[in-house]
């Protein structure tokens, strides 16, 4: 790499928070199970989520999420792995609330804030839910999704109202909700989750880097 350039690389993270680390691989340490968080098997109760050989691994039974309860984050870079297994449906919530089982419509990330949906349906057109929709307002600019079986990486940048994901290094949502009439009125802060909703997923590399406080200085 040519020597200016390389500079110029490293001056980018000046000032830039070191990113931090939401999975320790060993354990759910820092995160809190909302709604379903247990199933029957053989007449023993086993847990939808779990920590198995290094990844964040949820079983799909029943509906709910897994939050990270020990921070909220404004601005910021959300990292995330995921590998589906066929037929599954998930996704990533940010800037949400605690999920109240009892006020599921007003408490979950699609109503509240935002959810990016995950599912199984690679090749399929992009729709307002479609993997990679902010879940019920927008649809991708395409569906990048890979098929069922294949590791996937997801980035979320949230930077006061404008919100953008990039997944499979292409950029699919890209949104200023202040200039959105149904996003207008959307967090600018609050906790990152992940969702349960039916069919097992696995998750690593979950990392947050924080970003200046631009919506705090708004």
């Known amino acids: 790499m040519p020597f200016t350039l390389l500079v110029l690389g490293l001056l980018g ?6 990113a931090l680390s939401l999975f320790d691989g060993r354990s759910l340490e820092g995160w809190v199970a909302e709604g379903a968080s247990d199933y029957k098997v053989d007449g023993e109760r086993r847990p939808v989520w779990s920590a198995e050989d290094g990844l ?13 309860q020990d921070r909220e984050f404004a601005d910021f870079v959300f990292h995330v792995e995921f590998r ?27 109503n509240y804030s935002y959810e990016i949906q995950l599912i199984d349906d690679a090749g399929k057109p992009a729709t307002t839910h479609s993997t990679g929709s902010l879940y019920r307002y927008l649809a991708p600019k395409e569906n990048a999704i890979k098929p069922a079986g294949e590791w996937n990486t997801l980035e979320v940048t949230c930077e006061g109202p404008r919100v953008r994901v990039v997944l499979n290094d292409k950029l699919i949502q890209d949104v200023d909700q202040s200039q959105v009439e149904p996003l207008r009125g959307k967090p600018l ?20 880097r924080e970003l200046k406080g631009v919506s705090e200085s708004k």
């Open 56 to 68: 964040l691994v949820c079983r799909g039974k029943g509906f709910g999420f897994l939050r990270y």
């Open 189 to 208: 802060r609050g906790y990152v989750c992940l969702q349960n909703h039916g069919g097992n997923i696995a998750f690593r590399s979950i990392e947050v």
């Open 13 to 18: 993270f000046v000032g830039q928070e070191p």
């Open 84 to 110: 589906m297994a066929p037929g599954c449906n998930s996704g990533v919530g940010f800037r949400t609330r605690a999920f109240d089982p009892a006020a599921s419509g007003p408490t979950r990330p699609s």
